[in-house]
């Protein structure tokens, strides 16, 4: 089961098309083996995607195959890889050199450096012109290294921001107003309540994997200590973990820890708080403009949910970069798949097919851009929206307005850059030192976002052992690269 506690946009529920999607483990499905070519003249391209393959599988490719060979005169065998191997099984596949023409990149800074990837920077305008011109500039930024582009990315949610969602239900029953929640240390006193009233509902749900937010950007991830700082200078590299802000954030969490808010056990345990049930009161999720504010987080409850935002709507690399797909330096059909990518990322027949279902069974089409869902929509009986292709094609519920759709688009136009949008750090010379510090992060990241660890206690020993494992080193040698980067940019 995918975690539901980290900040990474990659858990967000991009749409309730997707919720099916995101839950459990699978492997490997169909022929591995499987030929790029037919034996006739139409080649077959093999595309790697993650998670569990639709149980109609055949019949969604059937249907699929039938526009896709008529467009462009190619099919496609999409190989399903499950979610917690997907990123063991592509590194193998990459290394080893296998022939693939497509996959969901993983890795993909590191992959397309060693020229694992095909350069798609001319291509991308004139294979897949339409489905190019769609994208958000920042999904180009995002995804350029070293002046390049090898990836198409899935226009989706390419803002984010975090928020902290209350089970309706309970903000009813006990009248209590939310209208005030800026920070976590705004709902201490919700929380109070919950405990005291409702001694079976977790106050606030939070378990491995959780990562507070602080309102920094992170460099190489927020499980390493190299970051910038939203409301401060932008122009330096800083570890936001001895800053007062993620202070503030943990000390918090802490006295919530201290309270019986937080689960005993959270820096340890796996245990699931279910968004459709009523195990839990409050809890931290990711949201980004295609959720249409709480709309389909509600949708993917069954349950009414309510949120307010505790961070700034923010265009980032970890978003730009959530579901890109490259096309292998080593295939034999890159022009071939990067007009596959075009088709799909621009013909709502061939992408609403695939992550709705079949049309008449589990949709059918509202007037010229709506869809309503019928009795024979199910879960697995789709592909996923968020990371399957361009959501500004899919047609939304009937339910969604046009005055959503409008907010929608002017969020997204309306949302800051990150100041590290598109920055990417060579790690070459600092390969040891990253690893070292690594090491040392494990050993409290979890303890301090659950509130587990005292940060006056564990903060100064943990940034003691970066010290020593080669932070400045490192701090040093991504300033001096970021320095290049803002020059260039200007």
């Not at 959270?266 to 931290?284: G, V």
Request: with cysteine; charged share 25%.
């Amino acid at each position: 089961m995918m975690k539901k506690w980290s900040k990474v946009v990659a858990t967000s529920l991009v749409t309730v098309l997707a919720v099916g999607a995101l839950a459990g483990c699978g492997s490997l499905s169909g022929d591995k083996k499987a030929k790029t070519t037919d034996k006739g003249d139409t080649p077959t391209l093999l595309m790697y995607q993650i998670g569990d393959k639709p149980k109609n599988y055949d019949q969604l490719m059937e249907i699929a195959n039938k526009r896709i060979e008529d467009k462009i005169g190619a099919k496609v065998n999409i190989q399903y890889i499950g979610w917690g191997d997907y990123e063991q099984k592509m590194s193998v596949i990459v290394s080893s050199g296998e022939n693939y023409d497509i996959a969901l990149a993983k890795n993909y800074v590191t992959n397309a450096q060693k020229g694992a990837y095909a350069d798609l920077t001319k291509l991308l305008p004139e294979k897949a012109e339409a489905a190019y011109k769609m994208l958000d500039e920042s999904y180009i930024k995002g995804n350029t290294i070293d002046g390049k582009m090898y990836a198409f990315p899935v226009n989706a949610n390419i803002f984010s921001q975090q928020i902290l969602t209350f089970n309706k239900k309970f903000v009813d029953k006990y009248n209590l107003d939310i209208s005030k929640v800026k920070t976590y240390a705004d709902v201490e006193p919700l929380l109070e309540t919950i405990k005291e009233k409702e001694p079976k509902v977790m106050p606030i749900a939070v378990g491995q994997g959780f990562r507070a937010e602080a309102g920094f950007d992170f460099a190489l991830g927020n499980g390493l200590p190299f970051g910038v700082d939203l409301n401060g200078d932008t122009k330096k590299i800083i570890n936001p973990f001895e800053e007062k802000g993620m202070m503030t954030a943990y000390q918090t969490l802490h006295d919530f820890y201290k309270a019986g808010y937080i689960a005993k056990d959270a820096s340890t345990s796996n245990t699931e708080y279910p968004l459709d049930s009523s195990t839990w009161f409050a809890r931290q999720e990711t949201q980004g403009p295609f959720d249409y504010g709480d709309t389909i987080l509600t949708q993917a409850a069954g349950q009414e949910l309510v949120s307010k935002a505790i961070s700034v709507p923010l265009k980032t690399t970890q978003a730009a970069q959530m579901a890109s797909f490259v096309v292998s330096s080593g295939s034999k059909n890159i022009d071939k798949s990067v007009e596959f990518l075009g088709l799909l990322n621009s013909d709502p027949e061939l992408l609403n097919g695939l992550v709705l279902g079949v049309e008449g069974e589990a949709w059918e089409k509202v007037g010229d851009d709506r869809s309503k869902l019928l009795e024979g929509y199910q879960p697995n009986m789709h592909m996923a929206a968020w990371n399957t292709a361009n959501n500004k094609i899919l047609y939304a519920d009937e339910t969604i307005t046009d005055k959503q759709i409008e907010a929608r688009d002017k969020s997204i136009e309306d949302a800051i850059e990150s100041p590290i949008l598109g920055f990417v750090f060579n790690t070459e010379t600092v390969k040891n030192e990253i690893s070292n510090l690594n090491n040392v992060m494990s050993q409290y990241l979890d303890g301090l976002n659950t509130g587990t660890l005292d940060p006056t206690v564990a903060v100064p020993e943990m940034n003691k052992k970066l010290e020593t494992a080669g932070f400045s080193k490192v701090q040093k040698e991504m300033q001096k690269q970021y320095d290049a980067f803002m020059a260039e940019a200007k």
